[in-house]
């Protein structure tokens, strides 16, 4: 990787056995590389899929060979071989996006101007991937609207393929427990942008902020965990 390349994001799966990760993936701006010592040597990546123009902001990465890369101006990739070869994924919008997390086949994307995006496919042969706030189901942005702009949505954390999180700018923070049919707001303290959510157990989780905001988050209302999923449409699906 060149000395002055600005990574801006990194995924690796946790090994089945020993402490190092078999691959580990990073990208910035029009570059990836990869390394399967654990990080000690990094190769770059030559893909047509990753131009110059094509500022990585976040990855997730399934397995040692599923990987999924978003970034400014609607960019969507994705991997089938750990990083070695890309493919362009068409995307709904072209506002930068953010994070990205892949539960299973179900995929959720966040970005600024306050988009999430889902793929109920999201390694099959076309993902599809929508706008969860398109015309008939705009209930969540009610939460939205009275912030002006509306804030980007920085980071999302699904247990499953049900029940999710969204942390954003201005504070926001959005809980759903039907797969992103319907989002209720979080109630929390302060108004700092909130760049990243995670959790250690299902209820137990943090979020971290501007001004070095650390919030912790404990949410055992309506907690379930299921391997059923909603539909677009909001159907159950098995």
């Known amino acids: 990787t060149s000395p002055s390349a600005i990574m801006r994001a990194v995924a690796f799966v946790k090994p089945e056995s020993g402490s190092v990760p078999s691959v580990i993936v990073i990208a910035g701006n029009g570059l990836v590389s990869r390394s399967v010592d654990g990080g000690a040597i990094f190769n770059p990546v030559s893909s047509p899929a990753i131009t110059a123009g094509t500022n990585l902001s976040a990855m997730c990465m399934i397995d040692s060979k599923k990987v999924y890369a978003v970034g400014d101006l609607g960019v969507i990739r994705r991997s089938m071989d750990g990083g070695l070869t890309w493919a362009i994924v068409t995307s709904p919008v072209s506002d930068d996006l953010t994070s990205v997390t892949i539960k299973g086949k179900i995929g959720f994307i966040t970005g600024k101007n306050g988009i999430i995006l889902k793929s109920e496919d999201a390694f099959g042969a076309i993902p599809g991937w929508f706008k969860l706030q398109a015309p008939g189901n705009e209930s969540w942005v009610k939460y939205l609207t009275h912030l002006n702009p509306v804030p980007a949505l920085n980071s999302v ?82």
Do not use: C
Not at 192 to 199: G, Q
Not at 225 to 238: E, I, K, M, P, W
């Open 157 to 238: 954390y699904f247990h499953d393929y049900t029940s999710g999180y969204v942390a954003g700018d201005k504070g926001v923070v959005l809980k759903t427990m039907n797969g992103g049919v319907s989002w209720e707001q979080m109630p929390m303290n302060g108004i700092a942008d909130l760049k990243y959510i995670t959790f250690s157990s299902d209820i137990q989780g943090k979020i971290l902020g501007s001004n070095t905001t650390v919030l912790n988050v404990h949410d055992d209302n309506d907690n379930i965990s299921t391997r059923f999923y909603y539909d677009r449409l909001g159907r159950l699906v098995a």
